[in-house]
Each structure stands twice: as structure tokens, then as C-alpha cells.
């Protein structure tokens, strides 16, 4: 969910919300700050987890962020208590993690070797950290999410580039908090690495609407049309994947 205000944007310093303890009070004015470009008026977005990032342009003054936080921490405060009864408790760090996009399921063993590194060996997913706590792991999880996931996506775009007949300059792999994907005006397509999670189906989707928008850069009649031609239901899959991140893991997103 998100907010926006049409005053002049804010900023200060920040952190990220932090729900592990499923018992711990709401704090509604802790938060982390992303600047982009593109944005004119500043946005709230509480995440499932309960984290908050305030989005406003890079030249938005501290005093500012501060001022539009507290203006709306009434509605961050319902938000959160909003998606505290949507969401059942979860642990602050997995045992297992489903990848249904490629049908893989993985055990996760934490250890304290401390080596900051990740590997994969029968079924399990094996966690060095310095000690096994979230602030340590999730990094950790993270990153080795998006680098199994870059050959898997690149697949994907090239089956869906030979389908489709349009083909993209330049593919990454990402991990974006609130983007499936995009496509810049250069012809490089970013993907979220978190596409691992969600069904087939729906990974194959959000490729073929990234690759559209190599004919056209905007969501236009034309736009849809296209997409249609490649994939007829697509409005079931757009309705799905707007919500799919209400129940994304703690993990993924925090």
C-alpha cells in the first residue's frame, strides 16, 4: 500500500522496520529513504513485514521527509496493524524456501562459520554467517536469490524473445521491493529476482509484458493490445501479481 501527498517532498535519517519479534509494538515513524528521478511528490509505502520507505525526489530536504512522516504516521500506524491481521507470523529467518517458478524446494541450514558466504548442495541451502540472525542472513539470502536467479531469467527472456519476435538489447537481474520488472528506453529489461517465488505461469508473464514495452514505453491501448496477442488472460495476471507482494516473505523484503 502507498500514500502520496501534492506538498513538497521530505529527509532524515532512516531504518528499516524490523517485525522478526512477531510480539514487537508498532513503530509507525521508523523508516528508510530511496530518492529517484522520477518521482515528484513524495510516497509512502508500507510493506506486509510492517517496514516503511519514504520515496521522494534526490533533492528533497530532510526537514521535509520528516515533516510528510509524521503527517501521515496515522495512516503507517493503521497500515501496519492492517497487514499484522492479513499476515500469519512467520519466523525472522526461513527453514525452508519454495522456488515454484522452476518447481525447486530448499532446506536452509545457518551456521557461524562467518565466511558471509551461501551455497547449494542436496536440497539445502547452507548459510555462513557471523552469527544467524536476520540482520546477518537476509543479506545473505538475498543475494544468492538473485544470483540463482539471472540464468533462470535470461532463459526465460530468450524463450519468450523467440515467441514474441522482440528482442531486448540488455537483461539484469534485480531485486526490486515493489517492481516485477521494467523496460528502459535502451532496450535492457530488469527482472526481479523474486520472480523465483511466484508460479510459472506468472514469470512468463511479467517477461512478456517487460518485452512489450520495447514497442511500446507506456500502458497505452496499443500497449495492451500487443500484450494480448501473446498472452489473451492477462489481466488475471496483472490482478495477481498486484497483490502477490502483500504475502512475500520477511526475508525477501525486510
Request: charge should be positive; hydrophobic fraction near 35%.
Amino acid at each position: 500500500m502507498s500514500n502520496s501527498s501534492n506538498e513538497t517532498p521530505p529527509i532524515v535519517q532512516y531504518s528499516l522496520l524490523d517485525d522478526s519479534n512477531s510480539n514487537a509494538p508498532v513503530e509507525p515513524l521508523a523508516w528508510r529513504v530511496r530518492t529517484s528521478k522520477r518521482v515528484r511528490n513524495p510516497k509512502i509505502q508500507v510493506f506486509p513485514h510492517g517496514g516503511v520507505e519514504v520515496v521522494v525526489h534526490p533533492r528533497t530536504r530532510p526537514r521535509e521527509i520528516e515533516a510528510f512522516v509524521r503527517e501521515n504516521s496515522a495512516w503507517i500506524e493503521r497500515t501496519r496493524l492492517e497487514f499484522r491481521e492479513l499476515r500469519p507470523d512467520e519466523k525472522a529467518l526461513p527453514d525452508r524456501i519454495e522456488l515454484p517458478a522452476i518447481g525447486e524446494s530448499l532446506a536452509v541450514h545457518y551456521s557461524g562459520k562467518g565466511t558471509g558466504k551461501t551455497r547449494e548442495a542436496q536440497g539445502i541451502l547452507f548459510v555462513d554467517s557471523a552469527k544467524p540472525d536476520p540482520a546477518e542472513c537476509r543479506p545473505l539470502l538475498r543475494d544468492w536469490l538473485k544470483r540463482k536467479a539471472r540464468p533462470i531469467l535470461r532463459d526465460a527472456v530468450a524463450v519468450q524473445r523467440d515467441f514474441t519476435g522482440l528482442s531486448p538489447r540488455r537483461v539484469q537481474v534485480r531485486l526490486q521491493t515493489t517492481r516485477w520488472g521494467s523496460c528502459s528506453t535502451t532496450g535492457t529489461l530488469s527482472l526481479n529476482a523474486a520472480l523465483l517465488l511466484r508460479s510459472p505461469e506468472e514469470l512468463r508473464y511479467v517477461v512478456i509484458h517487460e518485452l512489450c514495452h520495447l514497442e511500446h514505453m507506456n500502458h497505452s491501448k496499443q500497449y495492451w493490445r500487443l500484450v494480448s496477442r501473446f498472452e489473451p488472460d492477462y489481466r488475471r495476471f496483472e490482478h495477481r501479481l498486484n497483490r502477490a507482494w502483500q504475502t512475500s516473505p520477511q526475508w525477501l523484503i525486510g
